[in-house]
């Protein structure tokens, strides 16, 4: 099935440092939504963003809907222990052939917090 | 207000055998979609319900289907199960007339 690709695939960092992940796509999507999943549980929702150009924060996380519509990524600053796990983008896509939109996620970026 | 929740957590089921999940939907949330996550696929899309009927579709094998009912909980089933289709089964709940923003936990399934 399709899949975004997002970048990088992991990253160790040190406990305060800031982290920097995108995600891009060759279709436009309408809506980007970045989500953490910790392990054996399910993706928990950060941000949405709903606008082309979007810029929208949450706490120490800040997230940009690209211009193109066809990327978009995510900030973390002053990483803290609980960051680590991993994030996926996802698109909304344009209407279907039911009027309706489904999402595609992105391949993942495994954060890992080095002590 | 409670979350999305799945049922069951873990399944162990045996090849050719079949399965049902049940989803929980978040309360006034009326799209419900189904997601199959394995590490080597990632988390591919199964198929969305709103009001019942069933809106969209991925690329699965007919083995896997789903239903919704009329209190917006869904439920998936896959029948003559394969070893592949060993994966944690995430379902996802929306209040927009759109696709899920909001996922449960997730049922472990593993075919031996």
């Known amino acids: 099935g399709q899949q975004l690709n997002q970048s990088p695939q992991s990253m160790f960092i040190q406990e305060g440092e800031d982290v920097s992940m995108n995600c891009t796509s060759s279709?436009?999507?309408?809506?980007w939504l970045w989500y953490k999943q910790d392990p054996g549980e399910g993706p928990v929702l950060l941000i949405a963003?709903?606008?082309?150009?979007e810029l929208t924060s949450n706490g120490r996380l800040t997230a940009q809907f690209g211009i193109t519509r066809k990327d978009s990524f995510l900030n973390i600053s002053a990483s803290i222990p609980s960051d680590v796990g991993i994030y996926f983008c996802?698109?909304?896509?344009?209407?279907?052939?039911?009027?309706?939109?489904?999402?595609?996620f992105g391949t993942g970026t495994r954060l890992t917090i080095i002590p | 207000k409670a979350g999305v929740t799945q049922t069951p957590r873990y399944l162990i089921k045996t090849r050719g055998q079949q399965v049902t999940l049940s989803c929980s939907p978040i309360?006034?949330?009326?799209?419900v979609s189904w997601y199959q996550q394995t590490p080597g696929q990632g988390l591919q899309f199964l198929f969305e319900?709103?009001?019942?009927?069933?809106?969209n579709k991925g690329n699965f094998p007919g083995r896997f289907s789903g239903r919704q009912f009329s209190n917006s909980r869904s439920e998936m089933n896959v029948s003559t199960l394969e070893l592949g289709d060993s994966a944690l089964y995430l379902c996802?709940?929306?209040?927009?007339?759109?696709?899920?923003?909001?996922f449960g936990q997730g049922t472990r399934l593993t075919v031996v």
């Open positions: 996802a698109g909304l896509s344009p209407i279907s052939n039911f009027g309706n939109e489904k999402l595609t």
């Open positions: 963003l709903y606008k082309a150009g």
């Open positions: 996802a709940s929306s209040q927009r007339d759109t696709q899920g923003a909001f």
């Open positions: 319900y709103f009001s019942e009927t069933q809106r």
């Open positions: 309360s006034g949330h009326r799209s």
């Open positions: 279709s436009i999507f309408n809506t």
